[in-house]
């Protein structure tokens, strides 16, 4: 979200990749795809009392069920410890951001939308409605893959990329 915001913003760049990428994480009056504001203010509320369940909790649901053979590894993939304070800081970012309203000025030579289809944390409807109000974008959807496709289908994902580069 912040790379769309960026482009918006008057930053020009070749292509953009984005993961798991959405133009509004919450839900609003009139866009009924995202997360409700409250699952994220308590998210926030809780890593002041239980930041290690919160942790816990996020990462159960980085990937579909699928990936399960990915479960020993993720966790030692992230750090063991977490700035509480950014984390909070990147919760709040998600909640009031919508990106819907300044996707139209969002210029590169190439949008990529790269969205896993069993994703249980950005649904993948989120990358359609992205994908529709990007210009130029081009959406791939990785059919067994949850959040983190960069790690669970990490060569899939780098032949992506490396088509831009």
Known sequence: ??????????????????IAACASFCRRPDYGLGVPAAVLRA??????TEPEQVIRDFHSRLLSLGERNWQETVPALLPERFNGAWLAQG??????????????????EEFVIVHGFRDRITPVSQAYVLAEQLPSARLII??????????????????LIMEFL
């Open 43 to 48: 998210m926030r509320q809780r890593l002041t």
């Open 91 to 108: 919760l709040d970012y998600l909640r009031r951001k919508d990106l819907r309203s300044i996707l139209s000025e969002a210029k590169a």
């Open 1 to 18: 979200m912040l790379a769309l915001e960026v482009c918006a913003a008057g930053f020009r760049p070749r292509a953009v990749v984005t």
């Open 142 to 159: 990785l059919p067994s893959a949850g959040h983190i496709p960069l790690v669970t289908q990490s060569q899939v994902v780098n032949d």
